[in-house]
């Protein structure tokens, strides 16, 4: 059973410039979650869509947008990039929308590398 | 808001030793607490978990007990390995609000044969 699949794995962009990071969930998993990492502020939540609907939104400006296609891949896009966006992104899945509704568990990808510079 | 406090790392330890990363959280009303582990080059992987006051979660002979009254989440083994090396994240879902993770800073464990 293929894992969740994130691409690219490593970019590098300039400032201003924007960014679109693919996610493909477990198959059958209907949740996808993204994570920011970096080494300052640890892992923060970005956003979870579930259905191709948000449904829950992190602590972070307009410029982070995402979205779900009906095939439960999912896109994220950060626009007008800041140095400060450098970091790991990482994707999860999980069967059920909203994490209390099942297990708990996230299945995460191994992330994309995005490098401003 | 609720949040997660780990013990500063990095931990380096000799094969064998007993391990314990401290793990204390801040939350509204009773959350499920979770243990998660990265290693090198990899995404997050569940470890363990409770759900409720005095549960104990375990995994690859690691344990964490759910206590309520120290609002502690502490992961412990008895004998490390050196395949123990890897950065873990202690984690709390709260019962109240948005449906996310939210994670502690992280603790970086290395073992040294």
């Known amino acids: 059973k293929a894992g969740v699949t994130q691409t690219p794995r490593y970019l590098i962009k300039t400032r201003g410039q924007q960014v679109t990071l693919s996610c493909s969930p477990i198959s059958g998993h209907r949740s996808v979650s993204w994570y920011q990492q970096t080494p300052g502020q640890g892992l923060q939540f970005l956003f979870e869509?579930?259905?191709?609907?948000?449904?829950n939104k992190g602590n972070f400006p307009g410029r982070f947008s995402g979205r779900q296609f009906s095939n439960s891949r999912s896109e994220m896009n950060v626009s007008t990039l800041e140095l400060g966006d450098s970091a790991l992104y990482l994707c999860a899945s999980s069967l059920a929308a909203g994490i209390r509704s099942n297990t708990g568990e996230l299945f995460f990808g191994e992330g994309s590398r995005l490098t401003v510079l | 808001g609720d949040s997660v406090t780990q013990m500063e790392g990095p931990v380096t330890l000799s094969e064998e030793a007993f391990l314990t990363i401290n793990c204390t959280y801040t939350a509204t009303g009773y959350p499920s607490l979770f243990w998660y582990v990265q290693y090198p080059g990899e995404g997050l992987q569940l470890l363990l978990k409770?759900?409720?006051?005095?549960d104990k979660g375990s995994n690859k002979g690691f344990e964490a007990t759910y206590r309520k009254e120290t609002t502690s989440f502490h992961l412990e083994k008895g004998s490390v390995q050196v395949s123990d090396s890897a950065v873990y994240f202690c984690?709390?879902?709260?019962?109240?609000?948005?449906?996310?993770?939210?994670f502690g800073q992280g603790t970086r464990l290395t073992i040294n044969p």
């Open positions: 869509y579930f259905s191709e609907t948000q449904r």
């Open positions: 409770a759900t409720k006051a005095d």
């Open positions: 984690a709390l879902i709260s019962p109240q609000g948005a449906q996310k993770l939210v």
